[in-house]
């Protein structure tokens, strides 16, 4: 609502040579007021004029300055003005220049009403409206540069209540909301919210997904219609959900909250990809302000008594007897590159299809840092479990331990001493049931890796501050910052932990969280001899920079691998060891969590085949050779080749 403020005397100190009325007038159409200043009508009207040519384009508004005041002899004088226009997505303000005419009262001067005082070629009576035009919304590709999220043919149902009854209308809701899978009393609800004649929309769905409704029973309800439209999607419902995210229509609520950057009709990003990297798929609507002939508008007197000077015909005037007067076309939104493969993101989620608990897989390369599949499992129930889980990573972090000791000397061959239990600052830790009997005793590092004797690390917890173990995992990745362009968790190992919390991070447990993310980053990192830094959008500069201070070196790598690679040919993932290609290696995780008795447990496996590294997740399994083993060799068939 525009305020009015009336007054019948200009703002004006004696014999005014009519800069401070101009510099009134200027303060007033910028606060879209008639201020302090006195036309030559009525002020009340000319506040009306200026509502109602303005009503078409609010809130927008310029900011009006004084460029010049000319004094004519005769007692009148013309006041340049200079227009800026800030236009939501546009880049540079609309500009120009007008004027005003005034003359001589007394000490000081009355303003003529114009509408051309607001834009030279207004004329009385006109209104001016803003228009939209949409741009292109551009598409999300996979690795191979080929469109994954793409316009796709989508219809949308409801009842259109045209010729229904109330008590039909509300029976058709019903209906529609059986056979849609939809809750009932809130599409009842929005019926009865429309007016009488009104379609209203209960879901838009997929073809596929319409084609698969009961074609039959939806014929059958009165009112009943289904539009064909699109929308950008992916292959599927469930394809990537989580990391490329949803568009949907703009809410009321995404356009107050966008302050005039997102305009109805508009499709917007809702959730993962498609919000975080919405204004570069948007692209810029393109926005036209015109002058428009209103019927029912009465030129005010003023405006006949002191016309502005006739306007220049303008060869842009658009249809209806509208005339343009600013324009800028749309530029389309610019596609969004990732680094996922498709045939490897189907087949990472088919291997989670039937996995009843929140899951997740994440296949990256290890030579570029790129992220090639990251699934999560239906369990997961459209949750980002692969990016953002925070999990106890149990045995799988034993890499990140065994390089801290080696930096304290040992190496793969150093003996570790494995025995049935260990008490650690009175706190017995014991190995995972079924432990071979024959992997006990005095035994190589590289043994008690690929037997996972837990024991034999949680004994070296003196030997190893808990911050040097903070730093050997950053040197892998875990802990690391880094802007993937969506969020991610990256894991976080305490530097305060002592005593028993101490031991218990020897392996992985205590307060050490990772996210299959970091994980799938800590065996990329042994892969490549680096700490590598995760990449999904090309392009996307994350400014990665790892949690620890001491770079992981070659030759550490190469120890980490030589242990990894044992897992496969002498303990709990033998079922790689048969894998064609580069020989495989990885290891096995099981973390305890939660305050059954027995405890329950996540199950890890990461594992890697030449330039391919894997982290698989399932938050409530068996142990991680049992459970993850299985999905983390369907994920390395798939991706050996690729």
Not at 357 to 373: C, Q
Not at 388 to 395: K, N, T, V
Not at 453 to 462: E, L, P
């Amino acid at each position: 609502m525009l305020a009015l403020v009336l007054t019948g005397a200009a703002c004006s100190s004696p014999k005014d040579d009519g800069t401070a009325t101009a510099k009134s007038l200027a303060a007033a159409l910028s606060a879209h007021t008639v201020g302090s200043v006195a036309f030559d009508q009525p002020a009340a009207e000319v506040q009306k004029e200026l509502t109602e040519l303005s009503a078409g384009i609010d809130p927008l508004w310029p900011k009006v300055s004084v460029d010049g005041v000319a004094v004519k002899e005769d007692g009148t004088a013309r006041i340049s003005l200079g227009y800026s226009w800030t236009i939501p997505k546009v880049e540079k303000p609309w500009t120009y220049k007008t004027g005003a005419d005034m003359k001589r009262n007394g000490d000081g001067w009355t303003i003529t009403w114009s509408p051309a005082m607001v834009e030279p070629r207004l004329a009385a009576g006109e209104r001016l409206k803003i228009s939209t035009a949409y741009a292109a919304r551009a598409g999300i590709l996979a690795a191979d540069g080929q469109a994954i999220v793409k316009d796709r043919p989508v219809e949308t149902v409801g009842i259109n209540k045209d010729g229904l009854s109330e008590a039909e209308g509300q029976a058709s809701a019903k209906a529609l909301a059986a056979v849609v899978d939809i809750d009932p009393a809130a599409y009842l609800a929005k019926i009865k919210a429309y007016g009488p004649v009104a379609f209203v929309d209960a879901i838009t769905l997929r073809e596929e997904a319409f084609a698969a409704l009961d074609q039959t029973r939806l014929k059958d309800i009165k009112g009943f219609l289904a539009t064909p439209g699109t929308l950008p999607l992916a292959p599927s419902r469930t394809f990537a959900q989580a990391v490329l995210g949803s568009v949907h229509e703009a809410t009321a609520e995404d356009i107050k909250k966008s302050k005039g950057k997102i305009v109805a009709g508009q499709v917007v990003g809702g959730s993962g990809l498609q919000a975080a990297f919405d204004d570069q798929l948007a692209g810029t609507p393109g926005v036209t302000i015109t002058a428009t002939p209103s019927a029912t508008a009465t030129p005010s007197a003023g405006a006949t008594e002191a016309p502005a000077p006739a306007p220049t015909p303008d060869p842009n005037a658009g249809g209806g007897g509208a005339k343009v007067l600013f324009t800028q076309a749309p530029t389309d939104g610019k596609d969004v590159k990732t680094t996922l493969v498709p045939k490897l993101q189907t087949a990472a989620e088919d291997a989670l299809a039937d996995v009843k608990t929140p899951s997740s897989i994440v296949v990256m390369k290890p030579s570029t840092g790129a992220i090639l599949a990251a699934a999560n499992g239906p369990d997961s129930n459209g949750y980002n479990t692969a990016f953002l889980g925070e999990y106890a990573p149990g045995s799988t972090f034993k890499i990140a331990t065994s390089l801290g000791l080696f930096r304290e000397g040992l190496n793969p061959q150093s003996t570790l001493s494995c025995t049935p239990e260990f008490t650690a600052d009175g706190k017995k830790f014991y190995n995972a049931p079924g432990y071979a009997v024959d992997a006990e005793g005095q035994i190589p590092m590289t043994v008690a890796i690929a037997h996972s004797c837990n024991t034999a690390f949680v004994s070296q917890y003196k030997n190893l501050a808990q911050g040097k173990l903070a730093d050997a995992a950053g040197a892998l990745g875990i802990g690391m910052t880094n802007d993937l362009g969506l969020d991610a968790f990256m894991g976080a190992v305490p530097r305060d932990s002592a005593g028993t919390e101490h031991a218990a991070s020897m392996i992985g447990q205590g307060k050490v969280q990772v996210s299959p993310l970091a994980l799938a980053t800590m065996m990329s990192s042994a892969v490549k001899g680096a700490t590598v830094a995760p990449v999904l959008v090309a392009g996307h500069d994350g400014k990665a920079k790892p949690a620890g201070d001491a770079p992981l070196t070659a030759k550490e790598a190469e120890g980490l691998r030589t242990m990894m690679r044992a897992s496969v040919t002498d303990g709990y993932l033998t079922n790689l060891a048969d894998l064609p290609g580069a020989p495989a290696m990885g290891k096995t995780g099981t973390a305890e969590y939660g305050t059954d008795n027995p405890p329950r447990t996540h199950s890890w496996v990461i594992a890697a085949q030449g330039d391919i590294a894997v982290a698989v997740f399932v938050e409530d399994g068996d142990l991680g050779a049992i459970t993850g083993g299985p999905l983390a060799k369907a994920a390395l068939e798939a991706a050996v080749g690729n």
